[in-house]
Nanobody, 116 residues
Framework: QVQLVESGGGLVQAGGSLRLSCTAS????????MDWYRQAPGKQRELVAT???????NIADSVKGRFTISRDTAKNMVNLQMNTLKPEDTAVYYC??????????WGQGTQVTVSS
C-alpha cells in the first residue's frame, strides 16, 4: 500500500480559500487515480475531486467552479485548491489512492472548518 500524508487544513472564514496537499510515498504515475473525499459530521463520505495518472480531472458538481485539483509529479503531490469556501464545505478531507493489484489507500484526513 502507499502512504498518503495530507496537509493544509484549518479554519477559514466564508469566502476564503485553502489549499490542501496530499503527498504519496510512491510516484503518481504508479497510481491510477488520486481522489479527494470529504465527510461532514453525520453525513456520508463524498467524492470531491479526482485526478488520473494521465492527468485527467473531475470535480463534483457541488464544488465545481470553486475547487480545482492539480498535481506536482516531481513531488508526488496532489493539491486541492478550494476557493470561495462556504460553511457547508466544513468537513474532514481525505486523500485516496487507487490502482492495480488492489491498491486502495487513504490518508489520515485533515479538518477544514469554514465559519460564517
Amino acid at each position: 500500500q502507499v502512504q498518503l500524508v495530507e496537509s493544509g487544513g484549518g479554519l477559514v472564514q466564508a469566502g476564503g480559500s485553502l489549499r490542501l496537499s496530499c503527498t504519496a510515498s510512491i510516484s503518481l504515475f504508479s497510481i491510477n487515480t488520486m481522489d479527494w473525499y470529504r465527510q461532514a459530521p453525520g453525513k456520508q463520505r463524498e467524492l470531491v475531486a479526482t485526478i488520473t495518472s494521465g492527468g485527467g480531472t473531475n470535480i463534483a458538481d457541488s464544488v465545481k467552479g470553486r475547487f480545482t485539483i492539480s498535481r506536482d509529479t516531481a513531488k508526488n503531490m496532489v493539491n486541492l485548491q478550494m476557493n470561495t469556501l462556504k460553511p457547508e464545505d466544513t468537513a474532514v478531507y481525505y486523500c485516496r489512492a487507487t490502482g492495480i493489484r488492489g491498491l486502495d489507500s487513504w490518508g489520515q484526513g485533515t479538518q477544514v472548518t469554514v465559519s460564517s
